[in-house]
């Protein structure tokens, strides 16, 4: 700072020489041309009067230009920041101006914050716009289905037995629906949670213990064995939404491992976590799919999964956020699935 306000000072007395002497030139070209003889003193108070002229003239006609230049940037300015207000987030203001070039100044600054607003509210519009579009297709499905049946349903000749048939279709149909919007409000609610979680202290191996014994109609259903291995551990949490973390998890377990499969429930100790870990002998999924698992609605194979929704784990994911901890998934396609949460142990 202090050596570009030195250079200033250089360029301004290498100016006020130059004006000096052209005014010291034109006063004495004038005494001659007018055949005037000044005095020293007459034509050194002229010369000070034309350099103060001369001087104030170019301060004059530089600030006006440069004002002209800044007067297009608040413009531009001004323009843009009224379309992103309308929602147009692909405006960006582009300038060619000297003050740009040197992106320290205050304008610069000010200019690359409001370009880069635009670009992040541009993301969020086609985050949404993905979601908004994501919940019709997910409605959409099942809303087709119900109209099909509903309209087969209409035919006073059907049999009893299609008529039951139909009717249960209906019935599975319309729970999704209704599974699905209460994960949508679920999820929506957890995101918009500003306050951390009001947390107790439970104990998880008889949470979990509960759990597994709340799915045995599913798992023995497939003849799946479940094995637990957990010592008595406490954690500080949400009972409620770890809860749904390990419901959520375990259900895909079940969901994505064939007849006669193991699924195995561990709980670890490590110095600052508890460690719980969900390990199937499923279907397994690819590298590229174990990437997207936690985006909202991502089913990794459509056809092998009727009825889900693909908001469990971006739930799961959330709630384990919301304790501090991390959820991380290990796959083999084919071969099986692990799930691994980890959560702060109690002090
Ligand atoms: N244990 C698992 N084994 C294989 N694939 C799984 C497993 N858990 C989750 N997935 C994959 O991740 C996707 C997303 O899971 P999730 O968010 O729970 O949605 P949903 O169960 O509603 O389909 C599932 O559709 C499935 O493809
Ligand atoms: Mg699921």
Redesign the pocket.
């Known amino acids: 700072m202090r050596v570009r306000r030195f250079g200033a000072s250089i360029i301004g007395l290498v100016c006020a020489s130059i004006f000096w002497l052209l005014a010291n030139v034109i006063v004495s070209q004038l005494g001659e041309w007018l055949s005037i003889s000044m005095n020293k003193y007459v034509e050194q108070i002229g010369s000070l009067w034309l350099m103060f002229l001369l001087m104030g003239l170019t301060i004059f006609i530089i600030s006006r230009s440069a004002r002209h230049e800044q007067l297009k940037i608040w413009n531009q300015m001004s323009d843009t920041i009224k379309r992103i207000a309308a929602g147009d987030f692909s405006a960006k203001i582009q300038s060619d101006s000297k003050d740009m070039k040197n992106s320290r100044h205050p304008v610069t600054k000010l200019v690359n914050q409001i370009n880069h607003l635009a670009v992040e509210l541009n993301e969020m519009e086609k985050i949404k716009q993905e979601f908004i579009s994501n919940v019709s297709h997910e409605f959409q499905t099942p809303l087709t289905s119900l109209k099909g049946f509903a309209h087969l349903l209409k035919n006073p000749d059907i049999s009893e037995e299609n008529r039951i048939y139909y009717l249960s279709i209906i019935e599975a149909e319309t729970m999704r629906l209704s599974k699905m919007s209460e994960n949508l409000l679920k999820l929506t609610a957890l995101e918009q949670q500003v306050e951390p979680i009001e947390k107790a202290r439970f104990s998880l191996d008889k949470q979990l213990r509960r759990i597994i014994l709340l799915c045995e109609p599913h798992w023995t259903e497939k003849n799946i064995e479940i094995d637990l291995d957990t010592s008595p551990v406490n954690i500080d949490g949400d009972e409620g939404l770890l809860n749904q973390v390990w419901t959520?998890i375990i259900h895909?377990?079940i969901?994505?491992t064939k007849e006669g499969g193991v699924i195995a429930v561990q709980v670890k100790q490590a110095p600052a976590h508890v460690i719980v870990e969900i390990k199937?002998d499923?279907?397994?999924?690819t590298e590229d799919?174990v990437q997207r698992?936690f985006e909202r609605f991502?089913?990794?194979?459509k056809s092998r999964?009727a009825g889900?929704?693909?908001?469990?784990?971006?739930i799961v994911q959330k709630i384990i956020e919301l304790h501090e901890g991390q959820v991380e998934v290990e796959?083999d396609y084919g071969k099986g699935?692990l799930?691994r949460v980890k959560l702060p142990k109690v002090d």
């Open positions: 959520n895909n377990a969901k994505f199937d499923g279907i397994g999924m799919q698992v991502y089913k990794a194979d999964n889900g929704s693909g908001l469990g784990l971006s796959s699935t799930f």
